[in-house]
């Protein structure tokens, strides 16, 4: 048996904490690929709300084993407060954890110039958890890693030249640079208490895909914040779509046996950039409340919009999806009509996925569909839901080519419609 990969096919929030739990509920192996603290996955178990950033979300399961990879950015201080957290609920056990000694530290100077920049004219309006500029060191072959930590001597060495790196432009944006005594203490530090769960996690998950076993790659964000396929500039710093599942954990793609989407039933986005759907006024006011669309890391109101299908079959192209998961298919209960963006116009053009670049000039092209009244939290199959919200999912279905295998109908783990499971 393949991984099975899961990844958001918006620009992130889409509900993969959600969906990558009940997955996980199946799995041996829960791998976190790519990104770091910039995602957030809310979990809500048992009447508790949990919010994670790099703790991969099978962390939950006693019998699943997780891994943070080698194309994640990690905080390491982030790291050991989730896993006090865990701790804290009897939930934490040392052995079930392996963080790649390949994976990429978030430093100090790495939120520092994060934040200085958002706050200059024209910003991404990025989550300021160091993220970019993290993965710019790794790129330019300067950054530090995980198994830095286990040296001091190693980790002091590699600061000060990496702190030379960023002098200048610290220095250019007004800031200061960290104290490089202070740094290594609490580095070291993080890594005396890291040290247990360090190890060749490529290695391991290889492994566990050799011994059969079923491993659930966790992707994070969403395919248009992607680096290579997103709507550039305004996207993060990692490989979001399934391809990076192979990159990001050490695998190759004859691995990977299914894909799953996941897309909320409208759309989504925080931070800047163009986003052609979007509601404005009391209509997006509207959807906000009652999708609850505040972000988790950063507690930015999210901008809201009617689903984007020529943005979604983009995604399912990309990562060549075998199912969606539609998630939040609740808040649009109550709506007397839904819009569906099926293609856009450019200059004249139709389109059908978006433009590499002026995706804020298109026009987006609506088909009005009626939207039905019953409340569908209760519904457990899909011949359950309303025939409006039926009819819905299969436009949408018809619209990617892409058949839905899981529809989430409220926040709860139990409120979710299985169609089909991605480990068969
Ligand atoms: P960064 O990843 O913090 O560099 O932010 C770059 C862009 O990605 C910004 O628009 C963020 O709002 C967005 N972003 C990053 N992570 C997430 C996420 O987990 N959910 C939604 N948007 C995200």
């Keep these: 048996m393949g991984a099975v990969v899961v990844v958001g096919a918006q620009w992130g929030d889409e509900g993969k904490g959600k969906v990558v739990d009940i997955y996980a509920r199946f799995a041996d192996q829960v791998v ?11 979990l809500v178990v048992e009447g508790e709300q949990l919010i994670f950033h790099l703790m991969p979300s099978g962390a939950l399961h006693q019998d699943t084993r997780c891994v943070l990879a080698q194309g994640t950015v990690v905080d390491p201080k982030v790291l050991i407060d989730e896993i006090q957290t865990l701790d804290a609920r009897g939930l934490f056990a040392q052995e079930r954890f392996l963080i790649s000694e390949r994976a990429f530290l978030v430093l100090p100077q790495h939120t520092l110039v994060d934040e200085l920049r958002d706050r200059q004219a024209g910003a991404l309006g990025t989550t300021k958890r160091g993220i970019g500029p993290a993965y710019e060191d790794k790129v330019a072959r300067r950054g530090l890693r995980i198994g830095d930590l286990l040296s001091r001597e190693k980790f002091e060495r590699k600061l000060r030249a990496n702190l030379d790196a960023w002098a200048p432009v610290v220095a250019a944006l007004g800031g200061e640079l960290p104290d490089v005594a202070q740094t290594v203490e609490r580095y070291v530090k993080y890594g005396e208490t890291l040290a ?3 190890g060749n996690a490529a290695d391991a998950v290889r492994r566990s895909l050799k011994q059969g076993e079923r491993v659930l790659m966790e992707g994070a964000q969403g395919a248009l914040l992607d680096i290579d396929s997103g709507t550039y500039p305004f996207v993060t710093s990692s490989s979001t779509v399934a391809g990076g599942a192979c990159v990001g954990a050490g695998i190759g793609p004859t691995s990977i046996s299914s894909v799953v989407g996941i897309s909320k039933a409208y759309a989504t986005r925080v931070g800047n950039g163009p986003f052609p759907t979007e509601m404005e006024g009391d209509a997006g006011d509207a959807l906000r409340e009652a999708g609850a669309e505040f972000g988790a890391t950063t507690g930015r109101p999210r901008r809201c919009g009617w689903l984007d299908l020529p943005a979604l079959r983009f995604a ?4 060549s999806f075998s199912g969606l998961a539609l998630t939040k298919i609740d808040v649009l209960t109550g709506m007397k009509e839904l819009q569906l963006c099926t293609g856009y116009e450019l200059d004249g053009k139709r389109l059908d996925t978006p433009p590499y670049d002026d995706l804020d000039r298109v026009t987006p092209v609506y088909e ?5 009244d019953e409340p569908v939290s209760g519904c457990r199959r899909v011949e359950d839901l309303p025939e409006n919200a039926r009819a819905y999912i299969t436009r949408i279905e018809e619209e990617i080519e892409c058949p839905v295998w899981l529809v989430s109908v409220g926040p709860d783990r139990e409120q979710t419609i299985v169609v089909r499971e991605p480990f068969g």
Excluded: D, E, L
């Design 316 to 319: 399912a192209q990309v990562s």
């Design 196 to 198: 247990p769960m360090i």
């Design 368 to 372: 009005t569909m009626p939207g039905w």
């Design 32 to 42: 976190r690929y790519a990104g770091g603290a910039n995602a957030g996955h809310t």
